[in-house]
Each structure stands twice: as C-alpha cells, then as structure tokens.
C-alpha cells in the first residue's frame, strides 16, 4: 500500500510480545484470506478492488475470530455508499475460520489517490 503498511499491519496481526488465543499459523490464514476475499469487492465505478484501492484502513481480528473493518469510499456522495459495507462484510464472511464481521465507514482520513497500490495506478494508467 502507499502508506508502507504491510498487509500484516492492515489487517491487525498482533506486535509478537501480545498474547493471543489464535495460532500464528491460522491468523496468517485468516489474513491471507481476508486480503483475498476483500480482492472480490469492486467499486463499479472503478475497475479495480477495494483493498487495492486503499479503502480498507483497518482490519482487527480479536481472540474469538470476530472481524472488524474500518474502511472508508472514494467519496463521501458514492452511489453505492448503502452498499458497499454489506458486500464487504459478506465477502469477509466468507473466509473460513471468521465467525462475526462488522464493517464500519469512516471518512477520517479522506479517501486520496496516493492510498492505491501500484497494482492500481497500473490499472488506472497513473504510473
């Protein structure tokens, strides 16, 4: 991502001297397939997924595999605003392993172009 997060820092893999009742092992798998599941989700506006996007701010995943998104939309007045937090947290509920999601839609920070990997400035021609 822009800002140098690694997935690992998106999506709340815990600072190794925290305790945690998820094995190492199966967070990964549940991170992997969170990053993968949210890859399904596309603003129909933009032809490229939301995480590559940047829209995904925060991901926690606590000690009883419920999930918790922060994630915002590329603009406040976006005409699936209603929409796009259910198929995200769908998407989410997908993965195996995850048993409760709820996705919450902030707009602090705003949404910017720098948020995109390169994998979307690549399929956006902004290179």
């Not at 005409?79 to 195996?96: D, H, I, L, R, Y």
Request: with cysteine; proline share 7%.
């Amino acid at each position: 991502m822009a800002d140098d997060l690694t997935s690992q820092d998106l999506l709340g893999v815990r600072d190794p001297a925290a305790t945690s009742a998820i094995p190492q092992e199966e967070l990964d798998q549940i991170t992997d397939a969170l990053i993968a599941a949210f890859k399904t989700v596309f603003d129909p506006e933009i032809p490229v997924d939301i995480y590559e996007l940047g829209l995904i701010y925060k991901v926690d995943i606590d000690d009883d595999r419920k999930v918790d998104v922060e994630m915002t939309l590329t603009a406040p007045g976006c005409p699936v605003a209603g929409e796009m937090p259910g198929w995200v947290e769908n998407a989410a509920k997908s993965v195996e392993g995850v048993k409760e999601v709820e996705v919450h839609l902030t707009f602090d920070p705003p949404w910017d172009a720098s948020r995109m990997s390169d994998e979307a400035r690549l399929a956006l021609n902004m290179l």
